[in-house]
Nanobody
């Protein structure tokens, strides 16, 4: 049974940093296209960063240069390092994975409509 469990969300001040983790069980992470997404109340779940099965990464323009997605295949864990956080980064953050063999991207990012497996989310709040 596939399971994703996020952790690391917190409340920080603008300019601060956080590292989110997504612990993966039930499959080997290097076989799956995975991504980090975020959602605020009343809005769609948007892609923030994607890491493909070959290790290539893409980012939303709003986080480029500040966020870094990575995978530790030995630990089967996905990470999102977030630096220089801004109040507009406040959201619930989710990790997601598409079924093996595909990476369905829109504008370079894994799209939420194609995600087969979701974590429960972790809240990030950035105050000014």
């Amino acid at each position: 049974q596939v399971q994703l469990v996020e952790s690391g969300g917190d409340s920080v001040q603008a300019g601060g940093s956080l590292r989110l983790s997504c612990a993966i069980s039930g499959y080997t992470s290097n076989n799956y296209c995975m991504g980090w997404f975020r959602q605020t109340p009343g809005k769609e779940r948007d892609g923030v960063a994607t890491i493909d099965t070959d290790g290539s990464t893409t980012y939303a323009n709003s986080v480029k240069g500040r966020f870094t997605v990575s995978k530790d295949n030995a630990e089967n864990t996905l990470y999102l390092q977030m630096n220089d956080l801004k109040p507009e980064d406040t959201a619930m953050y989710y990790c997601g994975a598409e079924s093996p063999g595909a990476c369905s991207k829109v504008a370079g990012l894994l799209h939420s409509a194609y995600v087969s497996y979701w974590g429960q989310g972790t809240q990030v709040t950035v105050s000014s």
